[in-house]
């Protein structure tokens, strides 16, 4: 199937048109295209470019943001399908603000784009204690943790849930992501994650690198 088959929907999400996007995505699966056709050649570069945009100073945090639930939108027609189609994600995400912080549109764009790149995500939301994301990893096949944080006092227990992972014999079995707008990369290495991001764009392209 070509990706031209797909231009409306790639627009739709260039444009944040979510009504277009879910009419255009209806419209695919009811001509009978594969759900994975359609979110890897439709869905996952649109959000690519929406994140190139958003790189180059073109598009700002709401235009990402409109950008990113005009897919949800579309791929909350397409998730049971491609359950039922038995469709491998990209890879496992677990996301969460850590313990003591209660701040969320950062995350909640992350998460957008991690789920606009493919990947399968688990939202614990916000204040998640360390055991909470050691439940998470022990309970589902989690590829990647990506923590959040936007106070400088809610920064350690990032450390803190990197050493509970450790404690619990799970650290090894998953990589850790951080950040945040306080958050630096020199932070990152300090307690030993495995990656940085600076922003949302970012942390879905650095989950792909991390997984290659």
């Known amino acids: 199937m070509s990706s031209d088959s797909f231009k409306p929907i790639y627009q739709g999400i260039i444009d944040g048109d979510a009504a277009t996007v879910k009419e255009e995505v209806q419209a695919a ?37 409109i950008s990113a639930r005009a897919m949800q939108g579309g791929l909350q027609i397409l998730k049971p399908l491609l359950a039922s189609a038995e469709v491998e994600p990209a890879g496992t995400v677990v996301l969460g603000t850590v313990q003591g912080d209660l701040h969320d549109i950062g995350k909640n764009l992350v998460g957008m784009m991690l789920e606009g790149a493919g990947f399968s995500l688990i939202d614990l939301g ?31 227990a990032m450390k803190t849930t990197i050493d509970a992972l450790t404690e619990a014999g799970l650290r090894s079995k998953v990589l850790v992501m951080i950040g945040g707008a306080p958050v630096t990369a020199e932070y990152a290495d300090n307690i030993g994650a495995d990656g940085f991001a600076e922003d949302a764009s970012r942390a879905a392209s650095l989950a792909q690198t991390l997984l290659v």
């Open 29 to 65: 699966v009811d001509a009978n295209y594969p759900a994975e056709d359609i979110l890897k050649k439709g869905l996952v570069p649109a959000m690519k470019e929406v994140g190139d945009l958003f790189e180059k100073g073109e598009y700002y945090v709401p235009e990402m943001l």
């Open 126 to 156: 916000t204040d998640v204690s360390p055991d909470k994301f050691v439940e998470a990893v022990r309970d589902n096949k989690t590829d990647i943790i990506a923590m959040s944080a936007l106070l400088t006092t809610t920064m350690p």
